[in-house]
């Protein structure tokens, strides 16, 4: 029998953002921004983590 090791090591919530989300999330608050969507700013800003 195998011990069992998690694939990943869960990373605290603290980190920053992965460069692809932070590009996503300034994206969506971009978009969000010219469209009036306050939403989509909304969930950009929370991909951020602001």
């Given at each position: 029998?195998?011990?069992?090791?998690p694939?990943?090591d869960?990373?605290?919530?603290?980190?920053?953002?992965?460069?692809?989300?932070?590009l996503?999330?300034?994206a969506?608050?971009?978009?969000?921004?010219k469209?009036?969507?306050?939403?989509?700013?909304?969930?950009?800003?929370?991909?951020?983590?602001?």
């Amino acid at each position: 029998m195998k011990p069992e090791t998690p694939a990943e090591d869960p990373k605290p919530a603290t980190n920053p953002p992965s460069l692809k989300m932070r590009l996503m999330g300034e994206a969506m608050i971009e978009a969000g921004e010219k469209n009036n969507e306050p939403s989509m700013v909304k969930t950009g800003k929370k991909i951020l983590g602001l």
